[in-house]
């Protein structure tokens, strides 16, 4: 297998990169001849046939989800028309800096992790040492990005009044609605939820599915809302769900599955409708509004993990340390609100006694009658 030669051997200038392009344009279809050994492409076709990208339990590694592996294509595609079929080196620090530069601080966070991922297969085949990785240090601001505006905005209650008030129970609007708000799941597993994954769970029913995130090693658990059982039979009787989802497109009569895009874009398109239109308003804001939900209702970290399907406790700690920091500061205002009410400052400021002969034994100051009318 070829190794690469040390990186000085190369500089960001020999490297012609695709940022002097518009992002728009038609890429030109990837040359059907094999790649050259040692060139981008050639790494990049051995590590969509690894262990990396697909996935093997039996030696540790978990692969990605097909949503990952159909963006990180993209992004990683559109290096090769100019990059190609040059050495792998070309990849200096320098120039993926100014790939990241020419994309939003998302799309370039997507970019630094697809390129990692591919360094660290990589690394762990022996092509590439550890100290010549070109992504070392490389910051995206994808996280500074995310905490400046927020990321995806959550649903307000005057929102969800409003999408309620348009789209009455059994319409597919409010179904799409209904499964977001009641059972919390992302967009990857909302989409193909259906009667399969609705099960009895120790005398409760409950929606039980392994998450598309995950790559089915999650499984989410939560029990059927009394208000979604309502909205199911709604759906039901207006015969609008089918056999393996619920929601979808219809085909024939039948309700069949559709990918995440386009549903997301129809349960989009319905909530414009409704008058809920803000960019940043999608189907994830609607679940981080039920998180918030959850952290003010007292749910504990481990609760809001199983139900929300994250393994990583940082999640819900953040929501639980904004709901408290929230509360501390209207049960703070309570207080103060009781004691400006109950109190005067009457009770602290002694009142001041007219003495003409002499001033309070404070700063013992004596004052003479005779020396008044004489200052009148």
């Known amino acids: ?45 051995g590590y969509k046939r690894s262990d990396h990208w697909l996935g093997d339990l039996s030696v540790g590694h978990e692969g990605l989800a097909e949503s990952t592996r159909l963006q990180r294509t993209g992004l990683i595609e559109s290096l090769l028309p100019e990059n190609g079929e040059k050495p792998f080196a070309v990849l200096t620090r320098k120039v993926i800096r100014a790939e990241m530069k020419a994309r939003t601080p998302s799309q370039a966070g997507n970019l630094l992790s697809a390129v990692r991922g591919m360094i660290r297969w990589m690394i762990d085949e022996g092509h590439l040492d550890e100290d010549d990785d070109p992504t070392i240090g490389l910051k995206s601001g994808k996280a500074k990005a995310s905490r400046e505006t927020g990321g995806f905005l959550p649903w307000t209650e005057d929102d969800m009044a409003r999408y309620r008030a348009r789209w009455s129970l059994g319409t597919e609007a409010r179904l799409m609605f209904d499964i977001l708000h009641y059972t919390f799941l992302r967009l990857g597993d909302a989409h193909r939820f259906g009667p399969p994954h609705l099960r009895q769970i120790v005398r409760k029913m409950a929606v039980q599915i392994a998450t598309d995130k995950s790559r089915g090693n999650t499984t989410v658990t939560v029990p059927v809302h009394p208000e979604f059982a309502e909205s199911l039979r709604a759906a039901r009787a207006a015969n609008i769900v089918g056999a393996e989802v619920f929601t979808g ?3 024939r009569g039948r309700v069949l599955p559709m990918n995440k895009k386009a549903w997301a874009a129809k349960f989009k398109k319905f909530a414009v409708l409704a008058g809920v239109n803000e960019p940043k308003k999608s189907c994830h804001g ?3 509004a039920r998180a918030e939900v959850a952290a003010y ?17 940082k999640m819900p700690a953040h929501y639980i340390a904004q709901a408290n920091r929230e509360r501390l500061g209207i049960s703070g205002m309570e207080k103060i609100v009781t004691f400006d009410r109950g ?32 200052k009148v």
């Open 343 to 374: 109190q005067s400052l009457d009770d602290f400021v002694p009142r001041q006694e007219t003495n003409s002969v002499r001033t309070s034994r404070a700063n013992e100051v004596v004052t003479f009658p005779g020396n008044i009318r004489k």
């Open 249 to 251: 497109k219809l085909v």
């Open 297 to 313: 209702a007292d749910c504990t970290e481990s609760q809001m993990m199983a139900m929300f399907g994250w393994t990583d406790p």
């Open 1 to 45: 297998m070829p190794r690469l030669p040390p990186r000085s051997r190369y500089t960001a200038t020999r490297a012609i990169t695709s940022t002097r392009r518009s992002r728009n344009e038609d890429r030109p279809a990837p040359p059907k001849t094999p790649a050259r050994p040692g060139t981008l492409r050639w790494y990049w076709n």
């Open 286 to 288: 609607v679940r981080k």
